[in-house]
């Protein structure tokens, strides 16, 4: 069974930083595209940050030059580094993996249970 364990959520002052991660377990061969989405209360969930198995990234407009997604392959983890936070980022992050290829087969657009991540002073 594969499961996706998001960490590092919390409360932080406007212009601080987090670092969340999300780690993949099971019987793991490869994960193709993983990333961020963020829900805040009351609005749809939105897309913050991708990247690619070989390492290519994208982000929404609002989180480029403040946030940075990584991953290390080996440890089928992904991370966001987050800084300068600001109120407006306060939302729960889910990581999601577009495709995970285990020793039994392929599960696809697969999500963590998020990790809420709250700025305020």
């Known amino acids: 069974q594969v499961q996706l364990v998001e960490s590092g959520g919390g409360l932080v002052q406007p212009g601080g930083s987090l670092r969340l991660s999300c780690a993949a377990s099971?019987?793991?061969?490869?994960?193709?595209?993983m990333g961020w989405y963020r829900q805040a209360p009351g609005k749809q969930r939105e897309l913050v940050a991708t990247i690619t198995s070989a390492g290519s990234t994208a982000y929404a407009d609002s989180v480029k030059g403040r946030f940075t997604i990584s991953r290390d392959n080996a440890k089928n983890t992904v991370y966001l580094q987050m800084n300068s936070l600001k109120p407006e980022d306060t939302a729960v992050y889910y990581c999601n993996a577009d495709r995970i290829i285990t020793a039994l087969g392929s599960v696809y657009d697969y999500w963590g249970q998020g990790t809420q991540v709250t700025v305020s002073s």
């Open positions: 099971g019987r793991i061969i490869r994960i193709t595209d």
